[in-house]
């Protein structure tokens, strides 16, 4: 099982950008998922999660900016970004908590990251 992250790119300040992360491979089912970012220097961060059943956790830092959704049919997780500032600029990683994948069960599982940049 692999997470496959895309959606990133550059933007200018107040835009918007759409992060989607698929898990490809035999999957049953897929726990929390989550977005983390990390910029230059910084340590990784919770950007956003939300678990199988609907209920999502967004850093104080994108509230209201960020919407964090799933489809769990699709094991698709994605991530809207709006009002971008350049303070989001980082790498932005998915990740899911645990990965029901039949005969392998898989625990913080994470995806390439994308690369977000924000222009002033």
């Known amino acids: 099982v692999q997470l496959q992250a895309s959606g990133g790119g550059l933007v200018k300040t107040g835009g918007s950008l759409s992060l989607s992360c698929t898990a490809s491979g035999s999957v049953f089912s897929i726990g929390e998922m989550g977005w983390y970012r990390q910029a230059p220097g910084m340590q990784r961060e919770l950007v956003a999660s939300?678990?199988?059943?609907?209920?999502?956790n967004v850093a104080d830092s994108v509230k209201g900016r960020f919407t964090i959704s799933r489809d769990n049919a699709r094991f698709m997780a994605s991530l809207q970004m709006n009002s971008l500032k350049p303070e989001d600029t980082a790498v932005y990683y998915c990740?899911?908590?645990?990965?029901?994948?039949?005969?392998?069960?898989?625990?913080?599982?994470w995806g390439q990251g994308t690369q977000v940049t924000v222009s002033s």
């Open positions: 990740n899911a908590a645990n990965v029901d994948g039949g005969r392998r069960k898989y625990l913080g599982l």
């Open positions: 939300i678990t199988n059943g609907g209920i999502m």
